[in-house]
T-cell receptor, first 110, second 113 residues
Framework: RKEVEQDPGPFNVPEGATVAFNCTYS??????FFWYRQDCRKEPKLLMS???SGNEDGRFTAQLNRASQYISLLIRDSKLSDSATYLC???????????FGAGTRLFVKA | DAMVIQNPRYQVTQFGKPVTLSCSQT?????MYWYQQKSSQAPKLLFH???????NEADTPDNFQSRRPNTSFCFLDIRSPGLGDAAMYLC????????????FGPGTRLTVL
């Protein structure tokens, strides 16, 4: 089993749609969680950190479920510019070990 | 203003010919990371430096080495590149520890002929 797993997609959605991605992790000692966005042939860029209580940033909402060991990302009112690969990132306690998921590809169409 | 800079952006080398990729940062961050990312795959952590302390991932091949002569610069040396080493190499930094955001450079795309 991979340490961090994501549905690779692609998710094809129309503009204005709501779309959600999940990411599961295997190590219960994981403590820090992030969503990064990566455009084609570009570097990953931080979208948002994921806090235990859940957090929202504009159209984006992140949730953490420790009991089931997954995090989620919800995108409301999708824009064409949201088309990208969304990478889930998990860090272990007490070290710098950083595990990326392989990403979920999103295509938003007009 | 660029904060994490990688040079070159594209590198072509021959099978077995050593190559060095460079990364510099203007953030004065303590931690610098090197990742390898192949097409449609997750970035894979190769190693990181916390200040001068080098930390190698257990599954990083010996073919990959790194140097950090000062806070601002970090180098990735591939001693004998193989065809399987063709990938995007990403440098990242973070201020302190594992809770901090990582800032990525634009990457160096390595081609091995």
């Amino acid at each position: 089993r991979k340490e961090v797993e994501q549905d690779p997609g692609p998710f094809n959605v129309p503009e204005g749609a709501t779309v959600a991605f999940n990411c599961t992790y295997s190590n219960s000692a994981s403590q820090s969680f992030f969503w990064y966005r990566q455009d084609c042939r570009k570097e990953p860029k931080l979208l948002m950190s994921v806090y235990s209580s859940g957090n929202e940033d504009g159209r984006f909402t992140a949730q953490l479920n420790r009991a089931s060991q997954y995090i989620s990302l919800l995108i409301r009112d999708s824009k064409l510019s949201d088309s990208a690969t969304y990478l889930c990132v998990v860090k272990w306690t007490g070290g710098f070990k950083t595990i990326f998921g392989a990403g979920t590809r999103l295509f938003v169409k007009a | 203003d660029a904060m994490v800079i990688q040079n070159p952006r594209y590198q072509v080398t021959q099978f077995g010919k050593p190559v060095t990729l460079s990364c510099s940062q203007t953030l004065n961050h303590n931690v610098m990371y090197w990742y390898q990312q192949k097409s449609s795959q997750a970035p894979k952590l190769l190693f990181h430096y916390y200040d001068k302390d080098f930390n190698n991932e257990a599954d990083t091949p010996d073919n990959f080495q790194s140097r950090r002569p000062n806070t601002s610069f970090c180098f990735l040396d591939i001693r004998s590149p193989g065809l399987g080493d063709a990938a995007m190499y990403l440098c990242a930094t973070s201020r302190e520890d594992w809770t901090d955001t990582q800032y990525f450079g634009p990457g160096t795309r390595l081609t091995v002929l």
